[in-house]
T-cell receptor, first 117, second 116 residues
Framework: AQKITQTQPGMFVQEKEAVTLDCTYD???????LFWYKQPSSGEMIFLIY??????QNATEGRYSLNFQKARKSANLVISASQLGDSAMYFC??????????????FGTGTRLLVSP | NAGVTQTPKFQVLKTGQSMTLQCAQD?????MSWYRQDPGMGLRLIHY???????DQGEVPNGYNVSRSTTEDFPLRLLSAAPSQTSVYFC???????????????FGNGTRLTVT
């Protein structure tokens, strides 16, 4: 079964600095997708970025980028130039391989990021 | 654009009561799912559906029922509420991944349920 591990319960960063949130995953299938979501204190789940296992380049979306290391089974989220509004819970998730049930996302336990002025 | 709409936002139940959490989406998504979020445990899948008339169990299905009579609606029923079901519940939908594997789940705003 697929598993996502986020080992950092909480992270602190100063405004304008970069921060890396760790995510490792476990799967025996070569085809999978990785997602990052942000959950601010208001509670909604906001999609940030996607990385496919066959993608040749690391995904980027504005200030968000993925440090995807396939051999190490890690997909760390890098937030550049942190802003106060980045303070939130961040979840890493993996979509199961193509086939039956491949719609499902498996989530990690999350990392709470606090950005200080 | 309404997206995924969940009702109610908050609910308090007594042990043994039943209720239905409502979820509706207007994006014509085939896939719909229910997650519960508990502190330190992330989001765990309760039930999911890949189309009208098709449902299946997720990781934590006990105590919950679902049905999918239309593409738009996917209600979650608690038959006999227990304190262990105190949680935040999220409904989420996406297009069927055979055509769009990179499609993210679109989440509703959640229902905070307390069972006393």
């Amino acid at each position: 079964a697929q598993k996502i591990t986020q080992t950092q319960p909480g992270m602190f960063v100063q405004e304008k600095e970069a921060v890396t949130l760790d995510c490792t995953y476990d799967t025996s299938d070569p085809s999978y997708g990785l997602f990052w979501y942000k959950q601010p204190s208001s509670g909604e789940m906001i999609f940030l970025i996607y990385q496919g296992s066959y993608d040749q380049q690391n995904a980027t979306e504005g200030r968000y980028s993925l440090n995807f290391q396939k051999a190490r089974k890690s997909a760390n989220l890098v937030i550049s130039a942190s802003q106060l509004g980045d303070s939130a819970m961040y979840f890493c998730a993996m979509r199961e391989p193509r086939g039956t049930g491949f719609q499902k996302l498996v989530f990690g336990t999350g990392t709470r990021l606090l950005v200080s002025p | 654009n309404a997206g995924v709409t969940q009702t109610p936002k908050f609910q308090v139940l007594k042990t043994g009561q039943s209720m239905t959490l409502q979820c509706a989406q207007d994006m014509n998504h085939e896939y719909m799912s229910w997650y519960r979020q508990d502190p330190g445990m992330g989001l765990r899948l309760i039930h999911y559906s890949v189309g009208a008339g098709i449902t299946d169990q997720g990781e934590v299905p006990n105590g919950y029922n679902v049905s999918r009579s239309t593409t738009e609606d996917f209600p979650l029923r608690l038959l006999s509420a227990a304190p262990s079901q105190t949680s935040v519940y999220f409904c989420a939908s996406s297009p069927f991944a055979r055509d769009s594997y990179n499609s993210p789940l679109h989440f509703g705003n959640g229902t905070r349920l307390t069972v006393t």
